[in-house]
Every structure is written in structure tokens, then in C-alpha cells.
């Protein structure tokens, strides 16, 4: 990534105390990323009148559906908005107003909120065309089938003089691989090369060169689907800790659930990466995804082989149900930890906290409650061993997370936003015998 000149970096933490925002090092090192293309960050307030030279826009209030039309209007094309407490779904109407971008993830007490970037326009006009040797596109289909689609990835990969490794493997299934078998893969090319790695699904066709993911200097880049499905036909990986903490965590699901269907294991990989440190994700556009038959095929950069429908990516109808609202929204929702931590104390022993009532409390408020519940348990863990952090906006959602909860044998904190936490809390919950579930006095 770009660095800022020293004077445009101490004007954006300038702005980022006097806002009383609090970003982790990658989030930060987005947010700079963005500021050295687009000019300096403005904090916008309702109301604000946002000039030509108003590119970057932090938002931390929600807007209502007139406060947001009207905000969207008077955006420029190229502009840019980041929501540091994406997390939080009364922000969702105002981001589905704009073309979504990315999402980075927690860290812990260091940055406990999912910061959201979108904006006006296409993704691709944020970065100069990369070198072609900052990634290594990566194939693989079945041995006993598929090598003719595989041919025309190597002719498109060839044309566009990309380095590539194209192999088949040996599968469980004659027409296809299993999620597992993609994810070893993957892992292998991971230890095998230097460059970060395009993963492709042998078939597909490449009309230009596909090096977005590589300019955007990000963890992890893929598609979702109808905004929210994700797809595991094009991923892209760079060259992080992050980056490999994530393909550990989807090559471990997809060993253990060898049946469930693979976008569902992205998902989860995501969500439980997403939440424990801080992954840096970029959506990638539709033309990263074309189908044979879009109307938009012949703009695409990469166009797999198979036809313009949603059956070949979503074959379990309740998965949309679970996940669409959060995935449109770039958040990892409710039925989700937001933030998970682990302490120093050797106990197998968990606490879940769950934040309730964000639907209809001040963001603000909900954003602070998330802090301090988060640093109270870095502070002190009561020889808790792990911590998960939910929110939940509606009664359902809390009563679905205390079930999980104690189906785990977890402790369970309920706190509503606004309420203090006081900073022994963890050590009081730890008296009490047995997995218990508190509330924490309201004030």
C-alpha cells in the first residue's frame, strides 16, 4: 500500500482523536490507503455540505432513509464512505445505497469494530494497473475430468503472460472436487509460491487480466453472489498472516464437514477469521464473476463456464435465509461472534457476551459498550480463557445466542448499549459455579 506524506498522516489521527475513533493497525492502514488517493478524510455530520474536494467521507451516525438519499446525492463520482462501526445494522440502509467495497475485521480491544468502506462507482478506478508478476493465478480440476476446460484457463493465462500453475488432482468425485480437496490445494500453492495467488475454477476464461486483488493490497478478495453468497470460483489471497490464518481456518472446516456445500464453508471460514483478527476483505465486482450468458459478459475480466443462474452457486435454500441481510451488508451478523479474544489464563473456561437492543440504541452508544466490554476482559479476564462478543437487535436473535451459548457450557454476560461495565466484571461472573448468565445492572 501507498503511504502517506508525514503531514497528511498526523491530520488523518488528528481526525481520528477528535472523532473519538479508535482503528486497528489494518484498519488504520486502510483508511490511510484511501486518504493517499483520494485526498484528505472529512467526518461528516447530518446536515454537512460536501464540496468537489470532499473524496473520502467517514460516517458515524446512522442516517435515516431521507438523511441517507439525500447524503448519497450529494456524493461525486470516485467519492468514498467509510462506517467505522460497520458491525452495526443501522447503518445497512445507507450502505445498500452504495456500491461496496470492503470490510476490515476486528482486533480484539485494540479495534473491536468491523470498519466498512463503499462507495460511487467501480472499485477499479481506486487503482493504477499492477504488475503482472505481483500474483500467480492457480488452477486445479479432476484428473478422471474437466482437462478441456482446464485448456482454455491455460490458453487465456498464457495469452495474458500470467504466471499459473494449472494441475489436475485426484478427487472422490469423477466430475467434480470436494471443498476439501480445493482447499488443500490451495494450501499447497500457498507453500509452493512466493506471489499472492488468484485462485481460478478451472473452466473459466480470463478477457483481460485479472489484477485488481493485487493493487488493492488486501487479505483476502472474493465474490458474493447476489451480495451476499460467496463464491469459492474466484479467491484471491496476498501474502499475510491474515491472509493464511483464513485458508487454516476454511482447509479445517471443509475437513471436518466434507459434505456441507462449499460456499456455506467460505462463509464460516470468513466469519470466524473475520472475527479474531483483523482480515482485511475486499468484494470483488461481478466482473470477477461473470456466467456465460451475463449481459455483461463481454466487459468482464473473468467468465466461468457455466450458466447465467444461481442454482450452480446456492443448493441450500435455507443458507440465504441465515446470512443474506449481514452479507449485503458486509457484516458478520447476528448469528455470529463479532469479536472473539482469547486471554492468557489455561482454562478451557468461555464467556459469551451478548449485546442486545443495537437496533434501536444511539451507535455511538453502541460502540462504546462494545469497547469497554472488550477491554474490561483484556484488563481482566477472570480466568475466563475465551471471549465472544454478539449483537443481537432483536429478542430472537439474543435468545438463539444464550441457546449456543449454553450448548457450549459458556458463561453468558447480557448488557444492553449504554450501560456501564464495570471493569471486574469477568471476575465477578468467574465466582459463580458452573456456566451462569448475568445481567449487568442498568443505570
Known sequence: MHALDHASASHLDGLLRAAGLRLNEAQRRRLGWLAARLGEARLYQRGDKLSA???????????????????????????????????????????????????????????????????????????????????????????RGGAQGALRLQQAVERHQLRAHIEPIDSALDDRLRCAEKADFIARMWDRFAEPLLFVEAGADLHEAPLLPAGLGCDLAVHKWNRWEMSAR????????????????????????????????????WCLATSQRSLDTVWLPRSYHALVGDLAEAKATVVHDCCSTTADLGPDPSF???????????????????????????????????????????????AATIDAATSAFAAECGGFGRFELTLCAWRDEADAARRAARSGRASVLDIVPGQPVPPDVFASLAKRRGPAVVSVPRI
Request: charged share 20%.
Open 234 to 269: 474466484t479467491i484471491y489471497l496476498g501474502r499475510t498472516a491474515a491472509a493464511e490464518a483464513f485458508l487454516g481456518v476454511w482447509r479445517q472446516l471443509a475437513e471436518l464437514c466434507p459434505t456441507v456445500w462449499e460456499g456455506a464453508l467460505l462463509d464460516q471460514a
Open 53 to 143: 474536494e470532499h473524496r473520502l467521507i467517514i460516517v458515524t451516525d446512522p442516517l435515516n432513509s431521507a438523511g441517507a438519499e439525500l447524503f448519497y446525492r450529494s456524493l461525486r463520482a470516485g467519492s468514498v464512505v467509510v462506517v467505522p462501526f460497520g458491525e452495526n445494522p443501522v447503518f445497512d440502509f445507507l450502505k445498500s445505497k452504495l456500491t461496496e467495497y470492503g470490510t476490515v475485521g476486528t482486533h480484539g480491544a485494540d479495534g473491536p469494530h468491523e470498519m466498512w468502506w463503499g462507495g460511487v462507482g467501480a472499485i477499479e478506478a481506486l487503482v493504477t494497473r499492477p504488475a503482472i508478476g505481483r500474483l500467480r493465478v492457480v488452477s486445479c480440476y479432476p484428473r
Open 320 to 366: 440465504a435465509a441465515i446470512a443474506r441481510a449481514a452479507r449485503r451488508a458486509g457484516r458478520t451478523g447476528p448469528r455470529d461472534a463479532l469479536v472473539v479474544m482469547q486471554s492468557q489464563a489455561l482454562s478451557t473456561d468461555s464467556v459469551a457476551v451478548i449485546l442486545h437492543d443495537v437496533g434501536t440504541a444511539d451507535a455511538r452508544a453502541v
